[in-house]
């Protein structure tokens, strides 16, 4: 990881292109690496996908995996995983981040795969959402989970 930067954003088999675009503009603004795990629903040239990220695509720091398997063998420290699911029983609040951290987010239809979330315990977080829906947007939830991570970190 490039020392300047704060997380790793993981998105797993992204399906829209607005959602991407709109996360790698989080990405740049938060100074966070993006990690995009495939099968995706869009090529990375979607007019969509850069419409969305406007003129600060080129800004962003970002990798692309064919696999989940691929990504996985990339992460030094699993400990530092922290996976968002509306399944998981614990609030990103409790959470303590560290800079460096790998923040994954699921596909827009499913989410995570529900035994992955189990298998990691505590390291599964929930966004509360005290209103009558069933989930946030992809984009609005990595933006939350970033800014709370900035503001652990002081920044």
Known sequence: MDSKHFFRIVLIEPEIP???GNVGRTCVATLCELHLV?????????????RAGLDYWQHLNWYQ????????????NPERVFLFSTKAKKSLYSAEFQRGDWLVFGKETKGLSPP???????????IPQPGPVRSLNLATSVAIAAYEG?????I
């Open 65 to 76: 995996y064919q696999t989940l398997d691929q990504w996985l063998s990339m992460v030094a």
């Open 150 to 154: 900035l503001r652990q970190l002081g």
């Open 116 to 126: 992955w979330v189990q298998e990691v315990g505590d390291r599964a977080l929930m």
């Open 18 to 20: 607005q959602n991407t």
């Open 38 to 50: 495939g099968p995706m629903g869009f090529e990375i040239s979607d007019k969509n996908l850069k």
